[in-house]
């Protein structure tokens, strides 16, 4: 959704509040300060003074009010600031159409996988009280099952931001292999972080048994990053003022901290984002275009409930594009779950239909790859998605 408009228009009007309540207190100020000074004056000459002279104070500071002229100068400021308001609803209104209804189709949802998604969302935000009370509400106790692990994930990151990494390193240790088979190198980094933490704060006799300890396993492949950790021992006790002080940055902790949440939700077979957060976001994002087109579509409702596919792109962030979207290049047309992509024998890839056509329907028969001179049999070719 473009937002630029919206946050434009609140900043100006943000802008311009903050202009007015500025003049609204100078002229205040100033009024505040010359009753001040016309109290001064009188009751410095109340027992000398007569009725006429105090008359006289009065008709100055009155004249100089008038010079002020506050009502004047606050009409600009709030004329300005009441301009700005007034526009602000309908910028507002231009982005966000409150009925919505008419740019979804009447889909059938499963309300329990909904409820679990739903509760799983909320024991991956980490808000576990408010994740159990949901499910006690919406009386889905299997919902539960994503709680256990995600308590373990926050409560690792907790100690984390202590400084204590024995509960990551115990997990690390734990899923070893696992850890290995995905290509993570995460167990390193732990004991790399766990030991400059020692070396700051236990000495280089401390930091030097735990490198013998843990960091022979990585002698041959990480050789490079062990020696200039073993440097740092030659820095103990000022190793901020060493070469190696970027060591000591607290970004490593909070790189390391995002790494590990990475790695624990795909050991759990969860993704890192909330899925219901990303599938909000990306719905959101791609509404206006879908109430654009139902606005041309008006009428035809009927067309809208049985439509496979949108006439027009929905362009979404990067953020949201988890699959490329193949084009035939035959054909041209682009993939769908009638007509998915084909892997041939070549390697080359070309949509079903386009397949059935050389192949004149013929499962066992052979045909030339449109892209080298392989010959290709049809009922070798393997479907790759949908």
């Known amino acids: 959704m473009e937002m630029s408009s919206i946050i434009d228009a609140f900043d100006r009007v943000t802008k311009k509040q903050k202009s007015s309540s500025s003049k609204s207190q100078e002229i205040i100020g100033q009024i505040g300060q010359e009753i001040e000074q016309t109290l001064s004056r009188m009751q410095s000459s109340q027992d000398s003074a007569s009725a006429t002279d105090h008359k006289l104070i009065l008709g100055e500071v009155k004249t100089k009010l008038k010079e002020i002229a506050p009502l004047s100068q606050l009409e600009g400021a709030h004329k300005e600031l009441n301009s700005a308001l007034s526009k602000y609803p309908k910028t507002i209104e231009k982005s966000f159409n409150p009925d919505i209804s008419k740019a979804y189709r009447n889909v059938d949802f499963d309300i329990h996988t909904v409820n679990q998604i739903i509760a799983s969302h909320f024991y991956r935000e980490g808000q576990f009280d408010i994740g159990d009370f949901f499910i006690h509400e919406s009386r889905e106790p299997e919902a539960a099952a994503d709680k256990s692990p995600f308590l373990e994930m926050y409560q ?18 734990t899923n070893n292999e696992r850890l290995k088979q995905s290509g993570s190198d995460i167990e390193l980094k ?11 704060n236990n000495g280089r006799d401390e930091a030097l048994k735990y490198a013998r300890t843990f ?8 050789m490079a990053e062990i020696q200039k950790l073993m440097a740092c021992l030659l820095w103990a006790g000022r190793l901020n003022s060493s070469p190696y002080s970027e060591l000591l940055s607290s970004v490593h902790w909070d790189k390391l901290a995002e790494e590990f949440t990475v790695q624990f939700c795909n050991l759990i077979g969860q993704s890192y984002e909330s899925p219901l957060s990303v599938t909000i976001a990306a719905g959101a994002q791609g509404l206006p275009t879908l ?8 009428g035809k409702k009927h067309e809208w409930q049985s439509m496979k596919q949108l006439p027009v792109p929905l362009d979404l962030d990067r ?11 035959v054909s041209r047309d682009m993939a769908s779950e009638e007509n998915p992509p084909m892997l041939m024998s070549c390697g080359h890839v070309l949509c079903k239909q386009s397949i059935t056509k050389l192949s004149k329907n013929n499962s066992t028969r052979f045909f030339k790859c449109p892209y080298c001179p392989s010959d290709v049999e049809a009922g070798q070719c393997r479907q790759l998605y949908f």
Do not use: D, G
């Open 319 to 329: 953020e949201f594009q988890f699959h490329s979207m193949f084009v035939c290049p």
């Open 156 to 173: 690792i990151l907790e100690a984390m931001k202590s400084r204590n990494l024995e509960p990551a390193l115990i997990w690390a240790a």
């Open 291 to 298: 109430l654009k087109l139902m606005n041309v579509m008006n």
């Open 215 to 222: 960091f022979a396993p990585y002698a041959t492949s990480r």
């Open 190 to 200: 732990l004991h790399r972080l766990q030991f400059v933490e020692i070396l700051q």
